[in-house]
């Protein structure tokens, strides 16, 4: 379902707002459709703590920075009832699950980047704006959208296998 989603609103990103021929992908959904993985949740496990509400960037990766274990996850998740697809971050554990630190009532379906938790906590905190209110694909206007011209490098995320 969530994929469906997301390719539907990245063709209709294309025809609306066609991007430059040298840019990778023309929206961050695009993005999450080649590198992202797809995760179903899990209960929130009992030595993580429920995170503030509305700042799942600053939830998962104040997390990342004490737990090696878990993967720092940015793209887009759905909740039961409601047919958009939310910008949103969580967390994964060495299963591939969806750890959401974030949302009492865990999403439906995740499809999200892995990153490498170091680049991540990195691109976020060399920006000069408030850090725990942005995102990897959110705030990107500040590189002037560097990550959908040239994509990700390989030391930014994890790789599918």
């Known amino acids: 379902m969530l994929r469906n989603y ?12 066609p991007p430059s ?12 459709l080649d590198l992202g993985v797809s995760s179903e949740a899990i209960p929130l496990p009992n030595d993580i703590e429920l995170g503030q509400p509305k700042n799942c960037y600053f939830n998962c990766r ?23 697809a939310f910008s949103h971050a969580w967390l994964l554990d060495s299963q591939g699950k969806a750890i959401d630190p974030t949302w009492e009532t865990p999403g439906i379906e995740y499809m999200g980047v892995p990153f490498n938790n170091q680049w991540a906590i990195d691109f976020i905190e060399q920006r000069k704006y408030p850090e725990e209110y942005l995102s990897v694909f959110e705030g990107n206007f500040l ?8 994509g990700l490098s390989e030391s930014a995320h994890k790789i599918k296998e």
């Open 21 to 32: 021929k040298d840019w990778k992908y023309g929206g961050f959904e695009e993005l999450v």
């Open 62 to 84: 104040e997390i990342i920075k004490e737990r090696s274990d878990l993967i720092y996850c940015e793209g887009f998740a759905l909740v039961q009832d409601l047919p958009l």
């Open 143 to 150: 590189e002037k959208y560097s990550l959908l011209k040239e």
């Open 6 to 17: 997301l390719e539907n609103k990245a063709d209709l990103m294309r025809k609306i707002n």
